[in-house]
Structure formats: structure tokens, C-alpha cells
């Protein structure tokens, strides 16, 4: 179940959040305020954690999704879910350029009650950006092991195969 969304620079939603109650069955508000919108963001993110078809950022996210009367090219979501006994807080930031090179995955982040699963980000080594994903077993003394191929137009948790050492998330 859905506990918590939060989205920053994406049409008309800016450092924007909500949390639902338990049992929420009806999402109210007047026209043109982001209704809608919230429900585009919940699809688009499904469909590039899920790695549905051609999900990459470019074609989820795309610039044309950016607040118009911002200047900013940073988008950031956040959600917080309910299931398999606890809570799951995904995060996920997006950095589109001002030419027209295709955006890309600053960060993505996944932790189930605190405890991480994967971890994406884009970091400075030795004077160029390196791109870094480790994902994490279950046991929370695991420090996480670092994926080989990081894609960062991709969602990392899409292609994270399943394990037996990943059973309890």
C-alpha cells in the first residue's frame, strides 16, 4: 500500500509530498492542481523500476516533463510502500542536460525497514564520473557487492537478478 510520495520538478508538482492515511479511497482536489499528475509519476516510475519495455529514462522522463518556470534540470521522487511485513522507500533522481545528450540516473536508492538493497549513483573519482551500483543481502552486516555493468539510463533494480540470499525483501 501506498504511504508516502514525493515529487520535486516534474510539470506542475515542485518539492511536492503526500501521505496517505490508512485506507485512502479517494483523491480529491480542483481542477489543474496535480491530480492527474500524481498518477502519471506512480506509472512512469513502475514502468522504469520494472524495466517494461524500453524503459529508459529518456523515454519515461523525458525533458518536456520538467516545471516549465523552473530553471533547475534536477527531478527527484520518493516513495514509501507497505508490503511482505514492513516498509519499502525507493528514491530516485534524475539529471537532464541542457544540450541534447539524453538525462541520466544521478541516484536510485532502495531500503526495506531501514535496511538497504540496492544503491545507484553517479560519483567523482579521480576527476571523471564514475557510475557505482552495489546491492545488499539480507543479512544487514553485508556491506552490498558492486554490480559490474551500470547503466545509467536504466533502473538498477531492473536488473538485479533474483537470489535466495534476497528472500526476506
Known sequence: MLKRIYIDN???LVNFEI??????????GANGSGKTTVFQ???KLRKFI???GDARVLQ???KTDLTRWETRLIQKFELDLEGN???YKYSLEIEHQEDEKPPKVLSEKLTFDNHPVSDFGIQEQEEKLVAQASIYKDD?????SVLPVVDSSRSVISVVPER???QGI
Do not use: A
Request: charged fraction near 25%; glycine fraction near 12%.
Open 19 to 28: 501521505k496517505f492515511k490508512d485506507n485512502i479511497s479517494l483523491f480529491l
Open 50 to 52: 520494472i524495466g517494461d
Open 164 to 166: 535466495r540470499d534476497y
Open 140 to 144: 544487514s552486516n553485508d556491506t552490498g
Open 41 to 43: 509519476v506512480l506509472r
Open 10 to 12: 516534474f510539470k506542475c
Open 85 to 87: 511485513g514492513g516498509i
Open 60 to 62: 519515461v522522463f523525458p
